[in-house]
């Protein structure tokens, strides 16, 4: 079964600080797909940015930037010059593989950011 | 803002009733994905329908029951509610099933007293 780890339950960050979220995950699955989402306290769930297992480059996504080392299984969320907008919770999620017929995502628990002037 | 809309926003109702939460996908999307969120067990996958079809089911209690219309839209129906089931149920959308973004609705919360 696939399984989502983030470690970090909160993190604090300076305004305009980067700040890395990190999540490893867990699948005996050559092909799959990771997702990073934002929940702000309204509670809508934002997509934020997608790595595919075969992509050879990181992805970017504005000020978001995911780094994806698939050898050690983690697929960090990297946030360049933060602002207080930021301040959410983030959560790390797996899309099921292509060989299950499955296409649901599988989530962490989440980090909770803070964005402190 | 997403292009997926759900109605009710919030829900308030006592033990033992039924309700029916509605999600609309975004426009040409075919698949709709049902995901509940609580605070002992975060955001698990319930139930997935493309097309009109049910194509996976996660961890779905029997008393729930969902259907996607020929327009697309779907409706979650929870029965024989319990106080456990209060939660927030987020609707996503996706153009098909191979390896697009889902893309998720405001959510319903469901308060069940």
């Known amino acids: 079964a696939q399984k989502i780890t983030q470690t970090q339950p909160g993190m604090f960050v300076q305004e305009k600080e980067a700040v890395t979220l990190d999540c490893t995950y867990d699948?005996?699955?050559?092909?799959?797909?990771l997702f990073w989402y934002k929940q702000p306290s309204s509670g809508e769930m934002i997509f934020l940015i997608y790595?595919?297992?075969?992509?050879?480059q990181n992805a970017t996504e504005g000020r978001y930037s995911l780094n994806f080392q698939k050898a050690r299984k983690s697929a960090n969320l990297v946030i360049s010059a933060s602002q207080l907008g930021d301040s959410a919770m983030y959560f790390c999620?797996?899309?099921?593989?292509?060989?299950?017929?499955?296409?649901?995502?599988?989530f962490g628990s989440g980090t909770r950011l803070q964005v402190q002037p | 803002d997403s292009g997926v809309t759900q109605t009710p926003k919030h829900l308030i109702t006592a033990t033992g009733q039924r309700v029916t939460l509605r999600c609309s996908p975004r426009?040409?999307?075919?698949?709709v994905y049902w995901y509940q969120q609580s605070l002992d067990q975060g955001l698990q996958f319930l139930i997935h329908?493309?097309?009109?079809?049910?194509?996976a089911k996660g961890n779905i209690l029997e008393r729930f029951s969902a259907q996607q219309f020929p327009d697309l839209h779907s409706e979650l129906n929870l029965s024989s509610l319990e106080l456990g089931d209060s939660a927030l149920y987020f609707c996503?959308?996706?153009?098909?099933?191979?390896?697009?973004?889902?893309?998720f609705g405001p959510g319903t919360r469901l308060t069940v007293l």
């Open positions: 329908y493309y097309n009109g079809e049910e194509r």
């Open positions: 996503a959308s996706s153009v098909g099933i191979a390896t697009d973004t889902q893309y």
């Open positions: 790595q595919g297992s075969y992509d050879e």
């Open positions: 426009s040409g999307d075919l698949s």
């Open positions: 699948t005996s699955d050559q092909s799959y797909g």
């Open positions: 999620a797996m899309r099921e593989s292509f060989n299950t017929g499955r296409r649901a995502l599988t």
